[in-house]
């Protein structure tokens, strides 16, 4: 059982792939309503503890609890993403044929008709919630531009809106800045900010100056463990940091 401030606890975790140890005694505990920022060096393990927390991956050993009660080792990837846990991988997949906004009509949350929805048939809940994640997404003054046509930034920020409209309560976000322009960089971070406001996230990135805006708590991993945790400053200073990953 963990803690009722905790929206995700992983203790102990393991997985090996060929004899080999991608997640190695992992343990990592992020409290609701947290942004927290995961660094490391490529092969730390960071997408496959990500593709355990979404039931991609099953642990060989450890223990994994969401939400309270939630072991996430006994769900499937569907059961998980209806628990309230949503993933953005690194490269956007939007429905490029369709508007921003029908793109977040097409993703929300609940019983709709995809006919309905593109029929604009939208009772007042969901259109202000539409607006509403439009806003947040930085979307707004774009909503009816086919998704085709928008930045390869604001079709991250859109896939974040669409994840956002599913409701989660813990968001995963690999990589989001990747490929962006600086300035796109820097909202991001804002977007990021505000999302934070109403939901737990998980950010992978190595973009150390974004991680620094963030402000938050981080965790660098390597050789699938933790090898330092703490504010950027505490571990950036950390020696065995530099070693692996910032001095590189
Ligand atoms: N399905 C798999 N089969 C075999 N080895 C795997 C598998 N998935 C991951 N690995 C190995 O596990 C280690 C951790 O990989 P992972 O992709 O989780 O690292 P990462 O921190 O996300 O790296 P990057 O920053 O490059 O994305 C790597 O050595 C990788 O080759």
Same mark, same amino acid.
């Given at each position: 059982m963990t803690n009722t401030n905790t929206i995700l606890y992983l203790d102990g975790v393991s997985v090996s792939f060929d004899g080999f140890?991608?997640?190695?005694n992992l343990s990592l505990v992020l409290d609701r309503g947290e942004m927290r920022a995961i660094i490391g060096p490529n092969g730390a393990g960071k997408t496959t503890m990500m593709d355990i927390i979404t039931g991609k991956t099953r642990p060989d050993t450890g223990t994994v609890y969401f939400d309270g009660t939630h072991d996430l080792t006994r769900y499937d990837e569907a059961d998980i993403a209806m628990l309230g846990i949503g993933r953005k991988f690194q490269k956007p997949t939007v429905? /490029?044929?369709?508007t921003v906004e029908d793109n977040i009509a097409l993703s929300l949350?609940?019983?709709?008709?995809v006919l309905s929805t593109l029929l604009n048939r939208r009772s007042a809940d969901d259109a202000r919630r539409i607006d509403e994640i439009l806003a947040t997404i930085r979307l707004e003054e774009r909503?009816? /531009?086919?998704?085709?046509?928008?930045s390869h930034g604001q079709k991250q920020w859109l896939e974040i809106g669409m994840l956002l409209a599913q409701d989660p309560k813990l968001l995963l976000v690999d990589e989001?800045?990747?490929?962006?322009t600086d300035a796109e960089t820097e909202e991001t971070v804002r977007l990021l900010k505000d999302v934070a406001k109403r939901h737990s996230v998980i950010v992978v990135e190595h973009d150390m100056h974004f991680v620094r805006e963030l402000g938050v708590k981080v965790t660098c991993l390597h050789e699938g463990s933790v090898l330092s945790e703490g504010s950027l400053d505490h571990v950036s200073q950390d020696p065995r940091v530099i070693e692996v990953y910032l001095g590189r």
């Open positions: 140890r991608a997640i190695n429905f /490029e044929s369709h949350k609940g019983p709709r008709t909503r009816d /531009e086919l998704a085709c046509n928008l989001p800045v990747a490929g962006m």
